[in-house]
């Protein structure tokens, strides 16, 4: 990825504008509710990050994943930039982040640093690092414990601030 493809996107702003599911997601927008460890992460920015969104519109997690993000971006002042690409029109980018290697899942939402080096990404759904080794089960019980909101936004947080701090993405 380098910022002219990046560019080709659709700014997350007008996609959410323009989106069928964009009441859905204003809704979503005006009920998040980040812990303040989170929301003080994302105002306390400092360098540029931009986010690449591959989605479709019949995506059921689409509205969460970019909802918080739109907040995300709000909460750091515009110090992170969200380009928005349809999975069916650009196959090319979603073979880049297949999820498992083979399946072509969506939302993939991608960080990358000011010089687009990748920060990481999230694949269909959220996951959080201390959720690794969990049965299915166990999973989706730490899941169902969690506002979506919270997680969505915890797990954008662990992305950008584990590359930030030099522990890898």
């Not at 899941?143 to 797990?155: A, N, V």
């Amino acid at each position: 990825m380098d910022k002219e493809r990046w560019l080709q996107g659709v700014p997350l702003e007008a996609y959410i504008e323009s989106a069928p599911a964009r009441s859905q997601i204003l809704r979503r927008l005006q009920k998040i509710s980040l812990p303040e460890e989170v929301a003080g992460f994302f105002r306390g920015l400092s360098s540029p990050v931009y986010a690449l969104v591959i989605t479709e519109d019949w995506c059921p997690n689409a509205p969460p994943a970019l909802a918080v993000l739109a907040h995300c971006i709000e909460l750091s002042g515009g110090r992170i930039s969200a380009r928005v690409f349809k999975r069916a029109e650009h196959p090319d980018l979603m073979d880049r982040y297949l999820k498992e290697g083979k399946y072509r899942s969506v939302p993939v939402v991608a960080f990358f640093d000011a010089t687009f080096q990748p920060l990481g990404d999230v694949r269909e759904q959220p996951t959080l690092p201390e959720w690794e080794g969990l049965s299915r089960r166990e999973r989706r019980l730490a899941e169902l414990s969690m506002d979506w909101g919270e997680l969505w936004g915890r797990t954008y947080q662990t992305i950008i601030a584990n590359h930030a701090t030099g522990d890898g993405a």
